[in-house]
């Protein structure tokens, strides 16, 4: 008998003791509702800012260090033509990009990881604007370029990150080949 007594104390403080615990987490979650949109857009601008830079992508090209143009066309049927690229390790290029469509599209390059991050936030701030030497965006019929210069070795993808397209298909890679042994 007591120590059933003794366990249904022990119970509901563990519970009481749950409670609070939830509903400080309520509160505070709840107060970050209240500042996050402020915070978070500016975390994202300074996130955005250090992927310029990222050297897992490579880096903003010198315009005088171009080795070749790429042509890229961007439209309404959700699509980069063409969608698959060759650079080698190193080589500095220029995308002349095309938005043949009506709608605004761009070219994002990244990680996948930095692009699905990325396109998550658009799907939240459809209206967030951001230029940075790592992507274009295009109003409709508009025409522009990008110039970046490869780095590493491996696979970098690109996407339009407007709501929608990204899930649609809108994307694309970049494969960049190792630069070939030094030989004497
Ligand atoms: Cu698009």
Known sequence: MNKRITLAIA????????LSTASAAGMAEMHKGHEMPGHQMDGMKMEHAGKADDSSI???GDAA???????????????????????????TVRFDIINQGKLKHEMVLGTPQELKAHYAAMLKYPDMEHADDNQLTLAGGKQGEL????????VIDFACLQPGHYDAGMKGSVSVTAAPAHRH
């Open 58 to 60: 490579g880096q903003a």
């Open 147 to 154: 110039i970046w210069q490869f780095s590493r070795d491996g």
């Open 65 to 91: 260090k171009v080795s070749r143009t790429f042509r890229i066309v961007m439209g309404d049927d959700m699509r980069f033509t063409p969608s698959t690229i060759k650079v080698r390790q190193g080589e």
């Open 11 to 18: 119970i509901s403080a563990a519970l009481c003791g749950a």
